[in-house]
């Protein structure tokens, strides 16, 4: 059975996020398994390099599915361009390895916070951005960001507590991008847990805002206390900028147990 | 009576474009009158730099009002943002000199129509370009777009069947530029008539389609004939871009009747 590789984008403002749920039909996930469904004429199931949360954007999301069809990527991509609404973006279809997929592989991901940094209103792009008008100490934020990469427990920096598993996660970057009026908070790393990209966000506009000593990150991560971070930054201003695949790696953190298996995840 | 310059921004797309009128409440004009009547406690009398169509879009418009009040600009600049819609942004306010009129002293305008002109969708800027994926030939556009710059009668590139004043306008600079995916026509000159920067870039994207030749730009203006020019492209894509002032000039054309007298035009 053929097994595809989807690239896309979306603006996530009006969607419940990524993930297809019992209760919520408003999410991703959900919609293009039923375009998928109807253009492919059989029950299609999507999986996603990750979830994002409701209002959270992309500009590449890469997703993969198997179906039992003879049309070529071609067809299908153009067919899902006509059938999608305006504010999701099908940007490529290939047919993949027959051992792809989206989640299991994923090897990194690059998330992007943007923040409006002037008093003076953004129109253009005001569902994309968070408005922040205050001064803020972008060195300091530079200065906690490098202090939270690397490979730590990222307890006090998620919203899951029924989480079980590891939440050891890989950072390997933070950088914080001086535009002019936009500042830009650029995170990539091997994974981010539940919320994560947000809290981290949080916190660190606590330290441009003076609200917080940048020297105080590694006391919060020690901690293992999501209390003792900063707030949750709004969804409107996230970004899944881009998710990386190194050929024949899949995942090493911290699922483990999801060994591929012909495509299919193992029951941990 | 002190008198004031308003430079704003607007997302139009859900606005009746700028002009107040009888039975359309959702004009630019009208909110701003009304937001700046409810700060000021009197009536204020908005005048703009010139219309905005129905959707059309300002990265920069200029307006200019009189009002009694001691109220320092920062203070009315600050109250405009607070109670402003979030796709109406107040970018400055500043008192201008006496006899300043933002309509009457404007000496140039640029518009900029966006295309899109990749069969890959934009998701996030969906609102302010016009998807065009098929291949343009951008050199042509060049060359019609440079034949059209000039001071000519544009009788057959607007669209007010009533209009009894010249239609002698000044285009300084028609620019095609490549942005990649995007395709940015910028045109520049001394006022632009009902539907006139749509219904050139309509008519030049006919020419960038293989539609049209070219040279066939000066038969169009000389047969001063609406019909003669191409399809009046939608609003969407189109951005008033800036707005020029041109110290101690007032407009020269067409509208000589409208010299400036204490800031209040002559009626014609």
Redesign the interface.
């Known amino acids: 059975m053929p097994n595809f590789r989807l690239e896309l984008?979306?603006?996530g403002t009006r969607f419940d996020g990524w993930q297809r749920q019992g209760n919520t039909p408003n999410t991703i996930q959900g919609l293009l398994e039923r375009t998928l469904s109807e253009i492919l004429e059989q029950e299609i199931e999507v999986a996603g390099s990750g979830r994002t949360d409701a209002g959270v954007?992309a500009?590449r999301q890469v997703a993969s599915f198997r179906a039992k069809t003879k049309l070529p990527p071609e067809t299908i991509l153009a067919n899902l361009?006509k059938k999608?609404p305006?504010?999701?973006?099908?940007?490529?279809l290939i047919e993949a390895q027959p051992r792809f997929h989206a989640r299991l592989n994923c090897t990194s991901k690059t998330y992007v916070y943007r923040i409006w940094n002037s008093?003076?209103?953004?129109?253009?792009?005001?569902k994309?951005l968070l408005p922040v008008p205050e001064p803020l100490d972008l060195e300091a934020m530079q200065r906690a960001a490098d202090l939270l990469c690397g490979t730590h427990d990222f307890t006090s920096f998620h919203a899951n507590k029924r989480f079980k598993r590891s939440a050891v996660r890989t950072i390997t970057k933070i950088e914080i991008e001086n535009r002019g009026e936009e500042v830009d908070l650029r995170f990539t790393g091997d994974g981010f847990l539940y919320h994560m990209v947000r809290i981290l966000t949080g916190t660190l506009l606590e330290v441009g805002l003076g609200q917080r000593a940048a020297n105080s990150m590694p006391e919060i991560l020690s901690a293992m206390d999501r209390a003792r971070a900063g707030k949750t930054a709004p969804a409107r201003g996230l970004i899944l900028w881009d998710v990386g695949y190194d050929h024949g790696k899949s995942k090493s953190t911290p699922d483990k147990c999801d060994l591929l298996t012909d495509g299919n995840p193992k029951p941990c």
Chains 1, 2 share one sequence.
């Not at 305006?86 to 490529?92: M, N």
């Not at 008093?119 to 005001?126: I, Y």
């Open positions: 984008c979306y603006d954007h500009r361009r999608l305006s504010d999701v973006g099908a940007l490529s008093e003076a209103p953004n129109v253009f792009e005001r994309y």
